[in-house]
């Protein structure tokens, strides 16, 4: 699935960050470092630094001399005189920092990032643009999940223990600590000078944000997760700020490939680029990012005879009608036909935590009509609503903190509509809707009904193939949220179901 078990690697020249957990053991590409470069031995077994001097010497590649550093760094620390040339010689670190500057000549991203870690090097404003996040009422974790991994930063701390942090949760692996940091100072200059990017995230998931970034590569360039990897550490700065801001906007962009000679071998480029806007751009889309103030009641409850049963049963499968949220989402369905793209911007939206305006005061209301939301057996209790108020940054994380059980993204989103649809019960002037609401088991529901409308009408087992952890129709996560066969129309059906079955036979009136 898309949130492996492992991601960050030992070795700390290959990194990738979509493997799997087996992945580094028979990739004859990954193993450690200490492998790969084949370290001389002495009589007695140790590691010879002397003969790792004069391979240093006849190295070809930048690439190997830096992999040689790194070893002496690590083995004799950043004074020891290395004796190259002359006695005593240069120190490792001096030599490391003549290295930083023929890459930085070469502009070889990855190698540049991958020694900046080694020689510990400051990112300017690191502490700052951890403060500024935090001062926008933004948690920050850097690593993936699960815990203890992945880091929680909900208050500023000192740079040298933020880095140490960040070092902590990157597994020791240099070119991702140094990636994480890079990103958070750009998470910053983002959130400083367009704040509506952040809108609906509550929690800002780094290490997460980064693995969107090499997903994203890998399916631009139709290549494996390994080389995706490359090509994201290999990004200038400028390319990796823009393809955080495609990320975060939702905005489609394009990957250009090109190739240049780079220390006597050739090697392959990549840059980002804009596209024009193609289908729905980020306000336009689907309900999930921002749903519209207003939303039309679907059922005439003027009449205080009128029981919400009998008004149910009349046409249960409808509980919201076209003229109400179909509609409004109705343009932006039509707009983008081609597939896969939203069960990408699904997968998208799920890994960045994005949830729609007003939310968490949403899902408050909903706890106060009933005794509690289950998401995959874990309960959100009515109780909370008594604990703490609809705007509370402790409430967001409570919630938060039960969507984040479900790993895969794309589902995570269904169940993120399936109680957005549910919201819609809590503007009708009813008591309750029940007792403790299984999330998923509207969801799924939906999903029978898609299924069994698809198949009477001819799809096949291929097209209704069904994601084996979930159960889930891939056709139904890849539906736009509008339309005929869209998922509001049968999360709609779904919760409608819901309500009949729930409330008593005598209804219950309206005041």
Same mark, same amino acid.
């Given at each position: 699935?898309?949130?492996?078990?492992?991601?960050?690697?030992?070795?700390?020249?290959?990194?990738?960050?979509?493997?799997?957990?087996?992945?580094?053991?028979?990739?004859?590409?990954?193993?450690?470092?200490?492998?790969?470069?084949?370290?001389?031995?002495?009589?007695?077994?140790?590691?010879?630094?002397?003969?790792?001097?004069?391979?240093?010497?006849?190295?070809?590649?930048?690439?190997?001399?830096?992999?040689?550093?790194?070893?002496?760094?690590?083995?004799?620390?950043?004074?020891?005189?290395?004796?190259?040339?002359?006695?005593?010689?240069?120190?490792?670190?001096?030599?490391?920092?003549?290295?930083?500057?023929?890459?930085?000549?070469?502009?070889?991203?990855?190698?540049?990032?991958?020694?900046?870690?080694?020689?510990? !090097?400051? &990112?300017?404003?690191? /502490?700052?643009?951890? #403060?500024?996040?935090? =001062?926008?009422?933004?948690?920050?974790? $850097? +690593?993936?999940?699960?815990?203890?991994?992945?880091?929680?930063?909900?208050?500023?701390?000192?740079?040298?223990?933020?880095?140490?942090?960040?070092?902590?949760?990157?597994?020791?692996?240099?070119?991702?600590?140094?990636?994480?940091?890079?990103?958070?100072?750009?998470?910053?200059?983002?959130?400083?000078?367009?704040?509506?990017?952040?809108?609906?995230?509550?929690?800002?998931?780094?290490?997460?944000?980064?693995?969107?970034?090499?997903?994203?590569?890998?399916?631009?360039?139709?290549?494996?997760?390994?080389?995706?990897?490359?090509?994201?550490?290999?990004?200038?700065?400028?390319?990796?700020?823009?393809?955080?801001?495609?990320?975060?906007?939702?905005?489609?962009?394009?990957?250009? !490939?090109? &190739?240049?000679?780079? /220390?006597?071998?050739? #090697?392959?480029?990549? =840059?980002?680029?804009?596209?024009?806007? $193609? +289908?729905?751009?980020?306000?336009?889309?689907?309900?999930?990012?921002?749903?519209?103030?207003?939303?039309?009641?679907?059922?005439?409850?003027?009449?205080?005879?009128?029981?919400?049963?009998?008004?149910?049963?009349?046409?249960?499968?409808?509980?919201?009608?076209?003229?109400?949220?179909?509609?409004?989402?109705?343009?932006?369905?039509?707009?983008?036909?081609?597939?896969?793209?939203?069960?990408?911007?699904?997968?998208?939206?799920?890994?960045?935590?994005?949830?729609?305006?007003?939310?968490?005061?949403?899902?408050?209301?909903?706890?106060?009509?009933?005794?509690?939301?289950?998401?995959?057996?874990?309960?959100?209790?009515?109780?909370?609503?008594?604990?703490?108020?609809?705007?509370?940054?402790?409430?967001?994380?409570?919630?938060?903190?039960?969507?984040?059980?479900?790993?895969?993204?794309?589902?995570?989103?269904?169940?993120?509509?399936?109680?957005?649809?549910?919201?819609?019960?809590?503007?009708?002037?009813?008591?309750?809707?029940?007792?403790?609401?299984?999330?998923?088991?509207?969801?799924?529901?939906?999903?029978?009904?898609?299924?069994?409308?698809?198949?009477?009408?001819?799809?096949?087992?291929?097209?209704?193939?069904?994601?084996?952890?979930?159960?889930?129709?891939?056709?139904?996560?890849?539906?736009?949220?509008?339309?005929?066969?869209?998922?509001?129309?049968?999360?709609?059906?779904?919760?409608?179901?819901?309500?009949?079955?729930?409330?008593?036979?005598?209804?219950?009136?309206?005041?």
């Amino acid at each position: 699935m898309y949130v492996p078990s492992k991601i960050f690697q030992a070795s700390q020249q290959s990194v990738n960050l979509l493997g799997s957990p087996h992945q580094h053991d028979t990739d004859g590409k990954s193993h450690a470092v200490y492998a790969e470069v084949n370290l001389p031995r002495d009589e007695d077994g140790n590691v010879d630094c002397k003969a790792l001097v004069d391979q240093l010497r006849v190295c070809p590649t930048l690439q190997e001399q830096a992999d040689i550093l790194y070893m002496l760094h690590m083995l004799r620390g950043p004074e020891w005189h290395t004796g190259l040339d002359s006695e005593p010689g240069p120190t490792v670190k001096e030599l490391l920092t003549e290295l930083y500057v023929r890459v930085g000549e070469t502009r070889q991203w990855a190698l540049i990032r991958y020694i900046s870690g080694i020689l510990k !090097k400051k &990112v300017e404003a690191l /502490d700052e643009a951890c #403060t500024d996040l935090l =001062s926008h009422q933004k948690h920050l974790t $850097v +690593g993936l999940p699960p815990e203890p991994r992945e880091k929680t930063i909900s208050a500023p701390i000192p740079y040298e223990e933020l880095v140490h942090l960040i070092d902590e949760a990157s597994e020791k692996n240099l070119s991702v600590s140094i990636l994480t940091q890079e990103i958070m100072v750009y998470l910053a200059m983002y959130m400083r000078t367009q704040p509506a990017l952040f809108v609906e995230m509550f929690r800002i998931r780094i290490g997460l944000i980064i693995q969107v970034m090499a997903t994203e590569l890998a399916h631009s360039l139709h290549c494996s997760a390994r080389e995706a990897t490359e090509n994201l550490m290999n990004l200038s700065p400028s390319d990796m700020k823009s393809l955080l801001y495609h990320i975060l906007s939702g905005k489609e962009f394009g990957v250009e !490939k090109s &190739v240049r000679s780079v /220390d006597s071998s050739v #090697t392959t480029a990549v =840059s980002i680029r804009a596209l024009e806007a $193609v +289908g729905a751009t980020r306000p336009e889309r689907s309900g999930l990012v921002r749903l519209k103030s207003e939303i039309k009641q679907p059922l005439s409850l003027q009449s205080g005879d009128i029981s919400l049963k009998s008004s149910l049963s009349a046409r249960h499968t409808e509980l919201l009608d076209k003229d109400s949220f179909s509609s409004m989402l109705e343009d932006q369905g039509s707009k983008d036909s081609r597939q896969g793209q939203w069960q990408r911007r699904r997968r998208l939206d799920g890994a960045l935590n994005r949830v729609p305006v007003g939310f968490y005061q949403k899902v408050w209301k909903v706890l106060q009509k009933c005794h509690g939301l289950s998401v995959e057996g874990f309960v959100l209790p009515s109780s909370t609503t008594r604990e703490m108020t609809p705007g509370e940054i402790k409430f967001a994380v409570h919630v938060e903190s039960v969507l984040n059980r479900v790993p895969q993204p794309e589902y995570r989103q269904l169940l993120v509509e399936a109680i957005l649809v549910l919201t819609m019960l809590v503007d009708m002037d009813v008591h309750t809707i029940g007792g403790i609401i299984p999330v998923e088991k509207i969801l799924h529901r939906a999903n029978d009904l898609f299924y069994e409308e698809q198949k009477a009408l001819g799809a096949d087992d291929h097209m209704l193939e069904r994601d084996p952890s979930t159960g889930i129709c891939i056709l139904l996560y890849d539906s736009a949220p509008s339309g005929r066969f869209g998922t509001m129309t049968y999360l709609s059906k779904s919760v409608a179901l819901y309500v009949y079955d729930f409330l008593p036979t005598d209804g219950c009136s309206m005041q």
